[in-house]
């Protein structure tokens, strides 16, 4: 069965979707920058919201913190926190219908990781497939009225059915995804457990826990069977979410 396709708004969209990241910034000083741009609502995508590094900037604390600033938050880790490969799935097409609906409900909202940049985070991809449905998504990267409208990933290709799609090491590659590449190193050394369980969304789960095995990183070198949970990016094999 063919994946679903985002389909473009019924009505053009008055209002942009804007995204952001927490990295640098304190409660107050991203609650100033939301307020700036008229943000009622911020839309969690980080896979593993529960950050064990910032605690500030967990799902528990801003599920709070927020609101009590008049700022809505709501998580969609599951439904939004994906790469490439989930982008193709039918519960993607649904999630990010369901977030287009709200946003043209509720008012103006912005998608939140931890990556202060959209390059090299999974908003990037995210905000492709909101463009291609007609949606002008605009980034906030500073702390004063500044904000940057969205570019398409390099190498993004609209295919004749309306699909997005990225060909081979077109999708941006995550700094800690970097990391873990960097120190598989060139020989194909092991990647150490405590490496291992860090997760492209800025938060690391747990050791041992469900979560932390499914990301998986090996050389492409290495005798692996490529199946279909698993993509080429960057020369190495990365099983998707």
Request: charged share 20%; aromatic share 6%; net charge positive.
């Amino acid at each position: 069965m063919e994946p679903e396709t985002p389909s473009p708004s019924p009505v053009p969209p008055l209002v942009p979707i804007y995204t952001v990241g927490y990295n640098g910034h304190t409660h107050n000083s991203l609650v100033e920058l939301l307020r700036a741009f008229g943000v009622q609502r911020v839309v969690d995508v980080r896979r593993f919201p529960s950050s064990s590094a910032n605690p500030p900037f967990s799902k528990e604390t801003l599920s709070k913190a927020l609101p009590e600033r008049g700022i809505c938050y709501q998580s969609m880790a599951h439904e939004l926190g994906g790469y490439a490969d989930y982008m193709e799935s039918p519960s993607f097409a649904r999630a990010l219908r369901n977030l287009t609906v709200l946003s043209q409900r509720l008012g103006p909202m912005a998608l939140m990781c931890s990556e202060p940049q959209p390059q090299g985070c999974h908003r990037q991809l995210l905000c492709d497939a909101l463009q291609v449905s007609g949606w002008r998504v605009l980034h906030l990267t500073g702390r004063g009225r500044e904000s940057r409208a969205h570019a398409l990933s390099p190498g993004a290709v609209l295919s004749d059915q309306g699909r997005l799609q990225y060909p081979r090491r077109s999708v941006p590659t995550p700094p800690s995804m970097q990391r873990l590449m960097q120190l598989v190193g060139s020989q194909g050394e092991p990647v150490s457990p405590r490496e291992e369980n860090r997760d492209p969304g800025g938060d690391k789960p747990e050791p041992g826990s469900a979560s932390s095995s499914r990301l998986g990183v090996t050389k492409a070198s290495q005798k692996a069977k490529t199946g279909p949970r698993q993509r080429m990016i960057d020369g190495y094999l990365v099983r998707k979410f």
